[in-house]
């Protein structure tokens, strides 16, 4: 996945922390699709005025409810893994504290 990509996501997820806790945020099924309906019209919106940066916040709102949807709807709670470990996990910076969290990742 392209890093600009992944980094524009945590800088969206980071700008719209005061909305929230996205973490215990888990929609019902129509509220999700809504909001994806939503942020879709505002890239639309975004792409037909060529505005380059409103195109990459969209574009990266529409990627964490696409993430959103992945962990509620396709992974069974003992699947679910914190953000931190899954940043461990991948080898990436993590814009969460450390914290005690293990994961052990096979090549």
Do not use: C
Not at 30 to 52: G, V
């Amino acid at each position: 996945m392209n890093n600009l990509f992944i980094s524009q996501m945590y800088h969206e997820e980071r700008a719209n922390s005061k909305k929230g806790d996205w973490d215990n945020w888990f929609p019902h099924p129509h509220t999700w699709m809504w909001e994806m309906q939503h942020h879709i019209a505002k890239l639309q919106k975004a792409i037909q005025k060529r505005d380059k940066e409103h195109i990459k916040e969209h574009a990266a709102d529409l990627g964490l409810y696409a993430e959103k949807a992945f962990v509620k709807y396709g992974l069974s709670r003992k699947d679910r893994i914190s953000k931190f470990e899954l940043a461990r996990a991948l080898k990436r910076p993590s814009m969460y504290a450390l914290g005690t969290n293990k994961i052990t990742v096979k090549a």
